[in-house]
């Protein structure tokens, strides 16, 4: 069962913050953030681990709740170039080395 | 940087017919996967392979299959393609454990099935 994000999509500007959720119905090891611009591969973001850590890249950051088996990716500050398609990816306990994705969250930053 | 080569871009066959999408990763990397990708559904795991000669099914494996002779080789095969996988074709790879290391995805091959 793919995880679930939300929302399917945003539209900001410049300079907004938006906040996208990811979350599994059974336990994780990891959940991986990606980023997809139209035409392009998926480019990786963060990854983080069972433990609840916060990663961030750049005014990029997220939280991972273990005991919620969720994951946020907050974006601050937001510049163009974040527009693209976000997908998080989990890796469940219960099935190593499955990596599983969520549908995506398209996000349109505005000037 | 790791490299993850699709030999295809865009690729047109015709209903019924047999098609290898070919994918190659020079990294050595044990984990590799094929995903396909629809608008609204994401990315959805066909199967995945973390050894030579092994194999996983995926979330959606039914009319696929695959074949990892080689390390840095991993082929998804249509037996009999039909309209319904017409998709984008993501490949990608990551070292053992994967745990903590990123997915290297390649740039897609656009296959359409008419």
């Known amino acids: 069962q793919q995880p679930v994000q939300s929302p399917q999509a945003v539209i900001l500007r410049e300079g907004e913050d938006a906040v996208i959720n990811c979350s599994s119905s059974?336990?994780?090891?990891?959940v991986h953030w990606y980023r997809q611009k139209h035409g392009e591969a998926p480019v990786f973001l963060m990854i983080?681990?069972?433990?609840?850590e916060q990663k961030g890249h750049d005014k990029i950051s997220a939280s991972f709740n273990e005991k919620k088996q969720q994951s946020s990716l907050y974006l601050t500050a937001s510049q163009l170039s974040y527009s693209g398609t976000y997908f998080c990816?989990?890796?469940?306990?219960?099935?190593?080395?499955?990596?599983?994705f969520g549908a995506g969250t398209q996000v349109v930053v505005t000037p | 940087d790791v490299k993850v080569t699709q030999s295809s871009r865009y690729l047109v066959k015709r209903t019924g017919e047999k098609v290898f999408l070919e994918c190659v990763q020079d990294?050595?990397?044990?984990?590799m996967f094929w995903y396909r990708q629809d608008p609204g559904l994401g990315l959805r795991l066909i199967y995945f392979?973390?050894?030579?000669?092994?194999?996983e099914k995926g979330d959606i494996p039914e009319g696929y299959s695959v074949s990892r002779e080689k390390k840095e080789r991993f082929s998804l095969i249509l037996e009999s393609a039909s309209t319904n996988q017409t998709s984008m074709y993501l490949c990608?790879?990551?070292?053992?454990?994967?745990?903590?290391?990123?997915?290297?995805f390649g740039n897609g091959t656009r296959l359409t099935v008419t």
């Open positions: 990816g989990t890796e469940r306990t219960d099935s190593w080395g499955k990596f599983q």
């Open positions: 990608a790879s990551t070292p053992s454990g994967g745990l903590g290391s990123p997915l290297h």
């Open positions: 392979s973390y050894d030579v000669k092994m194999k």
């Open positions: 983080l681990l069972k433990g609840g």
């Open positions: 990294m050595d990397h044990e984990n």
């Open positions: 059974k336990a994780l090891y990891s």
